[in-house]
T-cell receptor, first 114, second 111 residues
Framework: DSGVTQTPKHLITATGQRVTLRCSPRSGDLSVYWYQQSLDQGLQFLIQ???????AKGNILERFSAQQFPDLHSELNLSSLELGDSALYFC?????????????FGAGSRLTVL | TQLLEQSPQFLSIQEGENLTVYCNSS?????LQWYRQEPGEGPVLLVTVVTGGEVKKLKRLTFQFGDARKDSSLHITAAQPGDTGLYLCAAVNNAGNMLTFGGGTRLMVKP
């Protein structure tokens, strides 16, 4: 158990629908990152939050949004889902070591869009 | 085009063999990290390399950061089935707050 909790573990839904993925970071970690992992594109950075505020943005579609709440848990909202959104979505939280963020990943949420 | 190119993409070897996987870029990084990901789980950090030319060892795994801090390699000695997994390198930006991952090397070690 990495200490980063993601729910749900698996999710199957239809095109056009909306889903919410939830992440609880490790105790004491203020940063939360979201990554998308698909077979053909590897691990793609979506967005980072630090203590409730957006810190960095990657290749996140406009149909996707995220937020981090006062208790530091985060949610990733995916709307108007398309077949190509099927992927593993990982959340990670971080501490700083050797001058760089060290990410601890959750086990992921596997999204299947039919 | 990937910022970080990992090679090979796939590698299947027998238990006991040695192997090296590579992570290359045209950019210079402040540091680089290696992660291993097993099926059904998230990536787990193996090592962070910071200094050009740095070599770090983790049991049978040897990590090297290139002198120019643009590339890195991971060498596994006497591979075991437990080494099977996806090996990812990740470059750290100068601010130290963002990681960009390579496409990974999928390793299978057969008993």
């Amino acid at each position: 158990d990495s200490g980063v909790t993601q729910t749900p573990k698996h999710l199957i839904t239809a095109t056009g629908q909306r889903v919410t993925l939830r992440c609880s970071p490790r105790s004491g970690d203020l940063s939360v990152y979201w990554y998308q992992q698909s077979l053909d594109q590897g691990l793609q950075f979506l967005i980072q939050y630090y203590n409730g505020e957006e810190r960095a943005k990657g290749n996140i579609l406009e149909r996707f949004s995220a937020q981090q709440f006062p208790d530091l848990h985060s949610e990733l909202n995916l709307s108007s889902l398309e077949l190509g959104d099927s992927a593993l979505y990982f959340c990670a939280s971080s501490v700083v070591a050797l001058g760089a963020n060290v990410l601890t990943f959750g086990a992921g949420s596997r999204l299947t869009v039919l | 085009t990937q910022l970080l190119e990992q090679s090979p993409q796939f590698l299947s070897i027998q238990e006991g063999e040695n192997l090296t996987v590579y992570c290359n870029s045209s950019s210079v990084f402040s540091s680089l990290q290696w992660y291993r990901q097993e099926p059904g789980e998230g990536p787990v950090l193996l090592v962070t390399v910071v200094t050009g030319g740095e070599v770090k060892k983790l049991k049978r795994l040897t990590f090297q950061f290139g002198d120019a801090r643009k590339d890195s390699s991971l060498h596994i000695t006497a591979a075991q089935p437990g080494d099977t997994g996806l090996y990812l390198c990740a470059a750290v930006n100068n601010a130290g707050n963002m990681l960009t991952f390579g496409g990974g090397t999928r390793l299978m070690v057969k008993p």
